[in-house]
């Protein structure tokens, strides 16, 4: 039989702090993939990583706020650990893989439609399997048409984000960008959730559980607390907040000429002035 469904059980605050959270990832991936295309090649992979980790991180804890507004009627759910921090994992190597190919080789061309394509499979991947990773007391059915447009609602997203990060224009032009990102990836969301119905086991009286936000609390506190470990080193590096490029003057070093050493240095100016009256009299022939 059908069972009853009801996304929004706590009205609109789950899915505006799902929203928040999707734009707080969004945010400061975008801002490390930045960073990134700025800094030398033996810096990028750190920020790369860094920048993955983070979008993961914000749409793994989005997807898993707004499922504490999912609730059946008279089917408590339980969520596989396993599967549900499976979820996480691909989120963030699928998305890492987007952002390097980028981070690489520029926002531009086949890179942008390549990563895009990936880090948007890998969104998906993570809503689907976060949801492969409930249980309860009957089965899940998907409209296919409504899940095909919500993977592509994730891979548009995904590759304006990345096209948005190779941008280079500073904290203003991100953090419109975040917002857009959490915006497709929030309606990414609830758009596979439309793609849903239950179908429910037949049973006996229904039974009572824990709450979802009892059962997902815990889980949530450790991308929570890497959210805001990350939050903490933008804000303490200016240039990733300004987006300025950090352009390290070479220093002078005993020893070391101030010029290539293929570059002629100009004679002085008496010099110069006496071989333009006398060209006979050069430098080497005194």
């Known amino acids: 039989m059908h069972g009853t469904v009801d996304g929004f059980s706590y009205g609109l605050v789950t899915p505006l702090v799902a929203y928040l959270m999707a734009c707080l990832g969004g945010a400061l991936g975008l801002r490390c993939t930045t960073r990134a295309l700025l800094v030398a090649h033996s810096w990028r992979p750190g920020w790369l990583a860094l920048g993955a980790a983070a979008i993961g991180s914000g749409i793994w804890t989005m997807h898993f706020i707004a499922m504490i507004g999912f609730w059946v009627s008279g089917a408590p759910i339980h969520y596989d650990k396993p599967i549900t921090y499976a979820s996480l994992g691909v989120a963030i190597v699928m998305v890492g893989v987007g952002i390097f190919i980028v981070g690489y080789r520029g926002a531009t061309g086949t890179a942008l439609f390549t990563g895009g394509t990936i880090t948007g499979l890998g969104i998906a991947s993570m809503h689907y399997l976060g949801m492969a990773g409930m249980r309860f007391n009957g089965r899940f059915e998907y409209n296919t048409l409504t899940v095909a447009v919500s993977v592509a609602i994730a891979m548009a997203a995904a590759t304006a984000a990345l096209w948005a990060a190779g941008q280079v224009r500073g904290f203003l032009w991100s953090v419109g960008a975040s917002l857009v990102m959490g915006l497709a990836v929030t309606g990414m969301h609830y758009t596979g959730m439309a793609a849903l119905s239950v179908h429910l086991h037949a049973t006996g009286a229904p039974s009572q559980g824990d709450s979802p ?7 949530l506190i450790g991308p929570l607390a890497f959210l805001c470990l990350a939050g903490v080193v933008v804000m ?9 490029p950090d352009w390290t003057p070479a220093q002078p070093r005993p020893g070391v000429p101030a010029h290539p050493p293929h570059t002629a240095r100009r004679a002085p100016l008496r010099t110069r002035r006496k071989v333009a009256a006398h060209p006979s009299r050069t430098p080497q022939n005194r």
């Open 213 to 219: 936000a009892g059962l997902l609390a815990p889980m």
């Open 236 to 244: 303490f590096d200016p240039l990733m907040v300004m987006g300025k």
